[in-house]
Every structure is written in C-alpha cells, then in structure tokens.
C-alpha cells in the first residue's frame, strides 16, 4: 500500500517560514514526480509546486512563485516544500501528491496517490 505522510504543518505569522515534508514508501519514488496541492475551506485543491522525478524540473503556481521551493531527496524518498513570507492567503491543508510518471504535472487528476495533508495556518 502506497503511504505519503506530510509533516511540519502549523501555526506562522504573516512573513514567517515554513518547511513541509512528506515521506512516500513507493520504491519507484525518484521515477515519480511530485507534487504539492493546497485547499482552502470552501475552495477547491489548487496546484502549489511539482518537480520531476531526478528534480531537474519543477513548476509553481504563480501565487508562490518567488516564495517557495520544492525540493526532493531520492535517498530519503522524501519531497518538501520550504514555503517563506508567507501570508494569510497561503492558510490551506496543503497536499503531498505522487504520480506514475516523471514529468511534472499541475492538474490533481494527473496524480494517482494524495497523502492525508497538513494544515498550514498564517495569521495576520
């Protein structure tokens, strides 16, 4: 059974750091691309960040662009997501996603495995 376990989710001012980790247990990972989603009460899972299996490519949602990183270490099958200056507007579950192939991808169907996500809350 195909795990991804999120981490570092909580509680940040306007202007603070976060970094976000997520685990998976595929032996196919550094195949995989990953990505990270977001979802905002009442709104729908919005794209963040995605980056290629080797982490030569990656793709950010234009509201983060210039404010987070994705990033991958194959020999830890971990991905993260250091997210900085953050704002009230970031406050999300955010999503860790995997999906069978390397090529980065923005759309929530094109990833076959979600982890159970972690809430990210920025106050003003």
């Known amino acids: 059974q195909v795990q991804l376990v999120e981490s570092g989710g909580g509680l940040v001012q306007a202007g603070g750091s976060l970094r976000l980790s997520c685990a998976a247990s595929?032996?196919?990972?550094?195949?995989?691309?990953m990505g990270w989603f977001r979802q905002a009460p009442g709104k729908e899972r919005e794209f963040v960040a995605a980056?290629?299996?080797?982490?030569?490519?990656?793709s950010y949602a234009d509201s983060v662009k210039g404010r987070f990183t994705i990033s991958r270490d194959n020999a830890k099958n971990t991905v993260y997501l250091q997210m900085n200056s953050l704002t009230p507007e970031d406050t999300a579950v955010y999503y860790c996603a995997e999906r069978e192939g390397n090529t980065v991808q923005q759309l929530p169907r094109r990833y076959n495995y979600w982890g159970q996500g972690t809430q990210v809350t920025v106050s003003s």
């Open positions: 595929r032996r196919t990972f550094s195949s995989d691309a």
């Open positions: 980056i290629s299996g080797g982490g030569g490519t990656t």
